[in-house]
DNA sequence: CCAACCGTATTAGCTAGGTTAGTACAGCTG
DNA sequence: CAGCTGTACTAACCTAGCTAATACGGTTGG
């Protein structure tokens, strides 16, 4: 389910908070869906459950999951709108990183062959 | 000249390497031009010394300045080729990011438009 | 020639963040 | 009650990034 890279710069608490919410986003993973217990993905991931459990709280405070002692953690109702409500800001990157491919001497048009190919690729998923 | 955030998470000699880069991108730095010496450079920035070093010395294994004892660091003539073509490769990240916005459900027209308005803007620059 | 600048090298130490380890407590559930 | 769940806490370790101080050798201009 998940994948985590050792050899990665970004923390592996933080490829645990992104992939899940990329599963929330593609509806992999739904409203009230359980996740793995802290344990057990510690065991699958072969990942001290110390960091698991760091990247479950931070998706609490979130509001992504809801975690209940004894009971385990689930997908909130809320989550899928805070995440689509997250990922548009991120809208300021995609221009910056357009700027970069502007300087780097790209034409507009081959930018917008990009954009038409990943659109067509994404409704094939 | 260079303008460095020390509380960013990217380190601050990934940030002068960026600006540097940046400035021959952008024709603010050609092949020939002098960089600042490392040593009035990290007065003016309030940095250590090493530190600059340590950029410096990066871009110098790249090609993209020429450091030179007892003289100075130049920007190289091949820098700006290079410096195109290491920029290129960021289309998968534009792809990637691309693909997040269509999760966040952002329209394939929002998209153009965003990128015909920075277009507009960087023609202005 | 020499003082003042240049890049470079080396060693040491500090800090913050990420991760691991071990242990313990409390709430559910069959 | 046994076995699962989340949670809390402390201690230790490692690494990356940065700082500090010092030293060496090349270049340049007065």
Known sequence: MFRIDLMSRTPVYEQIIEQLENFVLTGAMKSGDK???????SLSLSINPNTIQKAYSELD?????CSVPGKGSFITEKALIILKQNKLSQLSDFENLLENLI???????????????????S???
């Open 123 to 125: 409704r094939k998923i």
């Open 103 to 121: 300087l780097a001497g790209i034409s507009k048009d081959d930018i917008i062959d990009c954009v038409e190919k990943v659109y067509k690729r």
């Open 61 to 65: 405070t979130k509001g992504i999951i």
């Open 35 to 41: 996740l793995p217990s802290v344990r057990s993905l």
